[in-house]
């Protein structure tokens, strides 16, 4: 995930090109619940998969641990995870509202084609990813399914931020409890 004074910026960008076009965010973020519940159960999936099949796999190429751990500082502090996964939700929110809502709308308009767009989305996602090669590869992959969600919903953000708040709340609660590190 980008740095949270890096996707505010770029929101605030986002923002303003789009009333200076004369659209709202309410046009992206908008659905029947079912798109939410269909994103939380994918980040879920994503989630588990990453645990139990990419964290291997990373580890046995590259002889390095995964580090998972983000933020240490939610372990052992219920007051400090909860403000913790407050900035990581709004976060989340910020980075779909901007990639998705923004990014992989402008490509889909210019380009006239979903698969451009949401590889655009998916570059732009690795590209501002915090970390080495691997975490923006990671990245990119990730927001490669996340583009596929929102193209597949109708353009709406709601499945993919779903999805997105599942996998980083779900590895933070976890980063709480010490299963991952």
Known sequence: MASVPLIAGLLVVATVVNWLR??????RVRGPGLYAAIG????????????????????????????????????????TFVMVAIVVAVGALATE??????????GREFTRSGPVA???????EGL???????????A??????????????????????????TFLLGALVLEALRVVG
């Not at 949401?118 to 732009?124: D, I, N, S």
């Open 22 to 27: 004369k659209h709202s965010w309410a046009e």
């Open 40 to 79: 939380a159960g994918a980040g879920l999936v994503a989630l588990v998969l990453a645990l139990v099949i990419g964290t291997p796999a990373v580890e046995g190429v590259t002889d390095q641990a995964v580090q998972w751990s983000a933020y240490p500082v939610v372990r052992g502090s219920v007051s």
């Open 97 to 106: 509202l901007v990639l998705r809502g923004f990014v992989v709308e402008l």
């Open 118 to 124: 949401v590889l655009m989305g998916a570059l732009a």
């Open 128 to 138: 501002l990813a915090e970390g080495d090669a691997s975490m923006k590869l990671g």
């Open 140 to 165: 990119g992959v990730f927001g490669l399914g996340l583009g596929a969600m929102y193209i597949a919903s109708g353009r709406s953000v709601l499945a993919p931020l779903c999805a997105r708040l």
